[in-house]
């Protein structure tokens, strides 16, 4: 089975990485070579390096940038932005780039598609569409999305495909930077009228849009940016849902760490749902590769000097849902699910912490909607969806009002239930817990 590619995307301007919403209001964000070798590290299947305003100021693209990126990663890179004539493919191609886009000079002159393809092969042509709903059509729009062509964005795609493009990228401008999730009816409607790969743009905002967007369509890749710059969410964090979401995914992580004398690092393990600390152990390379493949927190005994995989006899296991190394790169951070007490002793942590009923409510909230159980109450609200969900919190913040007036008693269990209700409202809006804590920290005041 063809695994799905996840490609962080670098928009360049002026020698540096940027972002904006919607195409506009653009930000410098940091320098792309050592952002490129970050995302190398972390896992990346491929790079998209965009000189966002090559084509607008009417210059060409970034060699010198290309050539320095090619000597720090060794994943697919690929290079748009100014390219004009198949010696600017040749130029980058010898640079170290291996697929070249195109969008606005290929608007201009469409036979540059097929030239390139006929020269270097359509593995490496890439056409670009950046695309915008005008009415009820798909529009294509060039010079970095700014300037609105006559092209319908369904045919442009099938004539770019038949003059030897190898590969669509197809971003939506109405969801680009908005991360509210895929623009999926646009890429279905392209998917249906070509057969190349697909890399899907515009509008990843968390994990749960990647997973939604390879299960409700046939793309190949998706691509995103601020997501992934801000760190809002890591390379290993995202391939690790697709693989519990039975999505093929290359995994793949192994970042520079500082291994000690012993080739060991200590690892901390962090509850992804109440954010407690919940142990500290040792990871060799070997462990951390096995804790990648299974998903699963697997560590290393020192005095045992073996192997061991957490919950293994116990069934406590942990599930892992991201990993990170601090700014030393000699600490590992392990966020996990935990499936019971972190503690040999049969503590929740090794630090005597307990979460509490607020915290279980939410984490078995968020289990039954990842593991459904049939009957559940919790699991028909998620099946009836949103607007269940909404009218119900509706009904009980009514009976909140109604118990206030009547009873201490009726007051306590209706805002009980309005507790429960509005839990499974931020479950299935994939808001934590600790975004609510966080906000409610910030309206606290210190006394003047």
Request: aromatic share 8%; net charge negative; with cysteine.
């Amino acid at each position: 089975m063809i695994k799905k590619r996840i490609i962080p995307c670098l928009d360049i301007a002026d020698g540096q990485v940027v972002k904006g919403i919607n195409f506009k209001d653009i930000k410098t964000i940091a320098d792309p070579v050592e952002m490129a070798k970050y995302y190398y590290e972390s896992g990346a299947d491929e790079l998209v390096f965009y000189d966002i305003t090559a084509s607008y100021e009417n210059r060409g693209t970034m060699v010198e940038l290309v050539k320095n990126v090619a000597k720090q990663v060794f994943i697919p890179l690929t290079v748009g932005g100014g390219v004009r004539t198949v010696e600017d493919f040749d130029v980058l191609l010898k640079s170290g780039a291996d697929k070249i886009s195109v969008n606005s000079s290929a608007i201009a002159n469409p036979e540059l598609i097929q030239e390139a393809s006929e020269r270097f092969g359509a593995q490496c042509v890439v056409l670009s569409m950046d695309v915008k709903r005008v009415g009820d059509q798909f529009k294509v729009f060039s010079k970095g999305g700014r300037i609105e062509t006559e092209l319908d964005a369904i045919e442009w795609a099938k004539r770019g495909v038949a003059l030897g493009a190898g590969e669509l990228v197809v971003n939506s401008i109405d969801t680009d930077g908005v991360k509210k999730g895929f623009d999926l009816e646009l890429l279905t409607a392209i998917s249906a009228v070509v057969n190349v790969p697909i890399v899907a743009s515009g509008g990843a905002g968390k994990i749960e849009d990647f997973v939604e967007l390879f299960h409700k369509t046939d793309i190949e890749a998706g691509l995103a940016a601020s997501i992934f710059h801000s760190k809002e969410v890591s390379m290993t964090a995202l391939k690790l849902a697709m693989k519990r979401a039975a999505i093929p995914t290359r995994l793949a992580y192994m970042p520079p760490l500082k291994w000690d004398e012993r080739g060991l690092v200590p690892a901390i393990v962090q509850s992804d749902i109440t954010q407690r600390v919940l142990m500290m152990a040792y990871m060799n390379e070997t462990s951390l590769r096995e804790t990648v493949k299974l998903g699963e927190t697997v560590f290393f005994s020192r005095s045992r000097q073996e192997l061991w995989h957490k919950g293994a006899t116990s069934g406590n296991t942990q599930v892992v849902t991201d990993i990170r190394y601090d700014c030393d790169a000699d600490t590992l951070l392990i966020k996990v699910k935990e499936n019971g007490p972190a503690c040999h002793t049969g503590s929740y942590t090794c630090f005597g912490e307990a979460p509490d009923v607020f915290e279980k409510l939410f984490e078995t909230i968020i289990d039954r909607k990842e593991n459904p159980i049939e009957g559940s109450y919790t699991n028909y609200l998620f099946e009836k969806g949103i607007d269940k969900i909404l009218k119900k919190v509706g009904e009980e913040s009514a009976e909140v009002i109604i118990g206030a007036k009547n009873t201490r008693e009726e007051l306590i269990y209706e805002m009980s239930d309005l507790f429960y209700h509005s839990f499974v409202l931020l479950v299935n809006e994939g808001i934590s817990l600790k975004e609510i804590k966080d906000e409610l920290q910030s309206r606290i005041k210190p006394r003047q």
